[in-house]
């Protein structure tokens, strides 16, 4: 393996960790720490919470209003990241998330369902600034959306929780 070779694995190993805290600070609503992950300017597209075009702030803003009371989980699988130049690089995911909104938010797609059950992709841009990986871009594509029926079991609230500074040692 060239010095080359593993830079660029090291680059893949950042963005994919970059994915991952973004799915974990969505889903444990850490909204400061969310909004450390994108560059400045970065644009959204497809996302429910924030309109088409919005920036960063906008997005989060978004995102923590309607998810407030929501329990969301988010996986993505099956990363392909492709490289243009040493500090620019796209990448698809496919994804599935769980979303059950709170009492009072209404969901446009499914009126009276409790949340919904997506499937699709995230399709990103990165940028590299002073050594770190940031989202430049995010558009969120779906497959199917599915309803979450009111009937659904109601949100269990005495689980253990997440410790949002584990990884801090």
């Known amino acids: ?33 969310l909004a450390g992950l994108f560059a400045p300017g970065t644009m959204f597209e497809g996302f429910g919470s924030a309109p088409t075009g919005s ?5 989060v803003t978004g995102i923590s209003t309607r998810m407030k009371d929501a329990v969301s989980i988010h996986h993505v699988h099956s990363p392909e990241i492709a490289f243009f130049g040493p500090d620019r690089a796209r990448g698809i995911w496919a994804m599935m998330d769980l979303v059950e909104l709170g009492p009072g938010v209404p969901l446009k797609e499914f009126p009276g369902a409790r949340g919904y059950c997506g499937y699709g992709h995230y399709e990103e841009e990165y940028l590299r600034a002073d050594g770190i990986w940031r989202f430049s871009f995010l558009r969120l594509t779906r497959l199917r959306l599915d309803p979450m029926a009111a009937d659904h079991p109601p949100i269990r609230h005495d689980l253990l929780a997440h410790s949002p500074d584990w990884l801090d040692g």
């Open 55 to 59: 920036d960063e702030r906008a997005f």
């Open 1 to 33: 393996m060239t010095d080359a070779d593993l830079a660029r694995f090291t680059d893949i190993e950042a963005i994919k960790r970059l994915k991952a805290q973004y799915c974990r600070y969505i889903d444990t609503k850490q909204w400061d720490r």
